[in-house]
């Protein structure tokens, strides 16, 4: 039922920031024990998990890319976003949103690719 589209820039340069919008409809993003989470997936490599934030507003991250990451929601758009600073060709992946309900994953975007090169 909800269903989830990544937005952002494809292209972002070393050192820049890494902005992606996730835009949700079929739910509201405040429901409770709803936890809006991204994930990637870098060439050839297994998914990663980002961070999340809950239908409360708290944010948490992974440890390896806590002191870089931010996600944040609008909830007048219900959305949420991804920023990911000081970026290098290693952050390249296709980046995707999801959310977790209870113990479990509900369905994701599509996944947008993000390539950070000069």
């Known amino acids: 039922q909800v269903q989830l589209q990544e937005s952002g820039p494809g292209l972002v340069k070393p050192s820049q920031t890494l902005s992606l919008t996730c835009t949700v409809s079929g739910g509201s993003i405040t429901t409770n024990n709803y936890y809006w989470t991204w994930v990637r997936q870098p060439p050839g490599k297994g998914l990663e998990w980002i961070g999340y934030i809950a239908y409360s507003g708290n944010a948490y991250y992974s440890p390896s890319l806590k002191s870089r990451t931010s996600i944040s929601r609008d909830t007048s758009k219900n959305q949420f976003t991804l920023q990911l600073n000081s970026v290098t060709p290693e952050d390249t992946a296709v980046y995707y949103c999801?959310?977790?309900?209870?113990?479990?994953?509900?369905?994701w975007g599509q996944g947008t690719q993000v390539t950070v090169s000069s």
């Open positions: 999801t959310f977790v309900l209870g113990s479990s994953f509900g369905d």
